[in-house]
């Protein structure tokens, strides 16, 4: 039932991380966590085999528009799609400027982000 890549989840939100990793989990794919940008960079670069990332704007240490430019000035990061999720009103505005794939607002509809995963891993 695996899937090959690995989804990335970068939230800082133990809760929520969390219960995203496990619903994805639970549906057969393989997730890796960061609680913010930077560690979700140190991961990407120390294994780029990843289909997708599920990712927040509003974290500390680094923030997702930070994550997003640093991933964007990655050659071999640049590729993997994103999926924004967040509490923000603006995420639509903030997922079209960033260049990802869909927003999700919180609370997240798991059946939709699975859709958006069945497309892209």
């Avoid at 890796?32 to 990407?44: P, S």
């Avoid at 974290?59 to 997702?64: A, F, K, L, R, S």
């Avoid at 079209?96 to 927003?103: F, P, V």
């Amino acid at each position: 039932m695996g899937h090959g890549k690995s989804i990335l989840i970068v939230e800082d939100d133990d809760d929520v991380r969390g219960a995203l990793a496990t619903f994805l989990e639970g549906e057969g794919y393989s997730v890796v966590e960061a609680e913010h940008g930077e560690a979700a960079l140190r991961r990407l670069r120390s294994s780029p085999d990843f289909c997708l990332i599920v990712l927040d704007l509003f974290m500390p240490v680094m923030n997702g528009w930070d994550f997003r430019a640093e991933q964007k000035a990655d050659a071999k990061l640049a590729g993997i799609p994103i999926v924004i999720v967040t509490a923000d009103r603006e995420a639509a505005q903030h997922a079209a400027e960033l260049g990802a794939i869909a927003q999700l607002r919180k609370p997240i509809e798991f059946r939709q982000l699975l859709e958006y995963v069945q497309r892209h891993c």
